[in-house]
């Protein structure tokens, strides 16, 4: 069967579509709908998009790609994010990664076996001031060591 | 001092309407609404002498007079949430706590041009701050401060909050507006400048959170209460953000033009652990790195940084200790720079990556003496080789790390290794 959204996610595709002035100002909100749903963005679902919006699978495949926060493959349940830019460089970003990476038995890049969780390092995420730190899905954790890094992964399944 | 942009910060519940509001919240919009002409509103934040807080600093009353005012098409005011600049984290901060006065502040931006849709394009990683400013819209459309015929006027305005997706180089503005078209997030050439040609072709005016944010207590207080604050040609409050190897790091509010040195040492507590200070960035990271020495006699105001030789920026200061490697932080922003280069034009796409890689080599012990200049050539090759200010804020820091800190890039060449480290271990 051909990939759609559910009827909820299409009252809310109507939704955001009629809030903006022109339909391909949406595209960003509507791939939002689309991973939510999906979990990602392949193929199938970016052609799914373009069908949507009126646009080629082409124009919708270049603003996925342009962007960080699509993700065009599977990932794990808990995406961490731990940022590599100066400031929490300088506050010991790269140990915090290099502990996450033994904890998970995984690269950058990586999730593990179990689908709990992938692991990618990010630029400056704008918490500077409470380096070193990391994202996991939507939420910041901030001030990290390695005990502290510990205890969050932990209550994460 | 008298605190303007964080004056509210610590209060709790302050991002829920009625707290913001018992606070005399929107006062200002509706006394705008009710009683000013939108010529009468430019003119107001003219004699403020408020400047954009982005990290242009280009007067912000100017930059809505640019919009014409019998254009038969739409217009647009969007608020600039998009922070990314490395070092900068003081959006963020006004978004998740004071977002309805971010809010006051685009309202009154977008009656001042006449445009009756505004956008808020906010930084898609900040989701909390996202769903701050969604709620803070959603009880000003309840409230009627916002909507159709407000206070009974005949003036309509929307407001969108907009999630970005992740991409340094929608933080410039018509990349922000190519991203917020639909398209990928690419800059486009100025002129036409976005006041006459922006959102999909319409009078546009891009304005940064702090700017916004300041517009509330400026119609509260009088433009001559905020222009009485600061420097001649830097007026009013500024936000820094501290970070890096300093002992209370986060958000400071300044009057323009406050001693760089007394707010490192006195306000923000110094470096820590006995350490002595090497170099401070001053204005996020693409501005020029400064030498201790350097800052002797600079103030936090947008001349006199520029006379030091670098930009105040978005006044994100990164504090280094005399146990940073310059070439390790050097390589660091331009990877950020390399990974963030949107790939349009051709100095700036393969540039960045030149660079990064040469830092890349120096910093593991493979780099020549030839590298040094080479990177000084590839730098000046980019700047204003570009379509948008991008290639310059990645080939400023790169030549400022190397001009400033030569003796210890010469060093990691000839010894092959981190000299910094060597003398720690």
């Given amino acids: 069967m051909a990939l759609e959204f559910s009827p ?150 | 001092m008298e605190k303007i942009l964080l004056r509210n910060i610590d209060v709790p519940e302050f991002h829920r309407l009625a707290t913001y509001e018992s606070a005399g919240g929107y006062r200002s919009w509706r006394r705008v609404v009710e009683t000013m002409k939108p010529a009468e509103l430019i003119e107001e934040v003219k004699a403020s002498g408020l400047r954009g807080r982005g990290g242009a600093g280009f007067p912000t009353g100017m930059k809505w007079s640019f919009v014409p005012k019998d254009s038969p098409k739409p217009k647009y005011l969007v608020c600039n949430a998009d922070e990314s600049e490395p ?28 445009s009756h849709t505004a956008f ?4 898609g990683e900040l989701a ?45 503005e018509t990349a922000l507006l190519s991203s917020l078209e639909g398209s990928r997030g690419w800059p486009k050439l100025k002129p036409p400048f976005p006041a006459t040609h922006g959102l999909f072709g319409c009078p546009t005016v891009v304005n940064n959170v702090e700017t916004l944010a300041a517009l509330p207590w400026i119609l509260q207080r009088g433009a001559s209460a905020y222009a009485a604050l600061g420097t001649e040609k830097s007026k009013g409050t500024k936000l820094f953000s501290v970070s890096g190897h300093i002992a209370k790091p986060g958000v400071y509010e300044l009057e323009m033009g406050y001693p760089f040195k007394k707010f490192l040492e006195e306000d923000c507590g110094g470096v820590p652990n006995g350490k002595k200070l090497k170099g401070v960035i001053p204005g996020g990271a693409s501005m020029p790195v400064l030498r201790p020495e350097e800052i002797e ?37 331009a990877r950020f720079f390399a990974h963030e280069s949107c790939g349009q034009c051709s100095p700036c796409r393969e540039g960045c990556h030149w660079m990064e890689k040469i830092f890349h080599r120096i910093e593991h012990g493979e780099g020549e003496t030839a590298d040094l200049d080479l990177i000084l050539n590839i730098s000046s090759n980019i700047m204003g080789n570009t379509i948008c ?20 890039f010469e060093a990691h060449i000839a010894e092959k290794r981190c000299t910094v480290r060597r003398e720690l271990e």
């Fill in chain 2, 120 to 123: 808020i394009y906010i930084r």
């Fill in chain 2, 297 to 333: 006699k600079v103030n936090l105001d947008y001349e006199s940084v520029q006379a030091a030789g670098s930009l105040l920026g978005s006044g994100g200061v990164i504090v280094m200790d005399e146990t940073t490697c310059m070439v390790q932080a050097a390589w660091n922003l």
């Fill in chain 1, 8 to 157: 909820e996610t299409l009252r809310r595709f109507a939704e955001t579509v009629a809030r903006y002035p022109k339909k391909e100002a949406a595209i960003l909100p509507v791939l939002y709908l689309a991973q939510q749903e999906f979990g990602h963005l392949g193929p199938e679902t970016i052609e799914y998009v373009a069908r949507l919006m009126e646009q080629s699978p082409a124009q919708v495949q270049g603003v996925v790609s342009f962007y960080t926060m699509f993700n065009t493959k599977p990932i794990g349940r808990h995406h961490i994010q731990v940022c590599r830019t100066l400031s929490c460089a300088l506050g010991g970003a790269e140990q915090i990664s290099a502990f996450i990476k033994r904890k998970l038995g995984i690269d950058i890049g990586q999730t593990t076996a179990d689908g709990r969780f992938t692991l990618s390092e990010v630029e400056c995420l704008a918490s500077c001031g409470t380096a070193p730190m990391m994202q996991i899905n939507d939420d910041y954790y901030e001030n990290l060591d390695e005990a502290k890094t510990e205890k969050i992964l932990d209550a994460l399944k």
């Fill in chain 2, 128 to 172: 909390f701050a996202a769903t701050r400013l969604e709620n803070a819209v959603a009880e000003t459309y309840q409230a009627g401060l916002i909507g159709k015929n407000i206070f009974g006027s005949g003036y309509d305005l929307d407001v969108i909050v907009h999630r970005g997706a992740g991409a340094y180089i929608c933080g410039e």
């Fill in chain 2, 87 to 114: 070092g900068t984290f003081k959006d963020r901060l006004l978004l998740e706590r004071d977002p309805h006065a971010v809010l006051e502040g685009t309202l009154i931006a977008a009656y001042a041009i006449q």
């Fill in chain 2, 389 to 408: 200010p991008f290639g310059d804020a990645a080939a400023m820091p790169a030549a400022a790390f190397i001009k400033k800190f030569r003796d210890e």
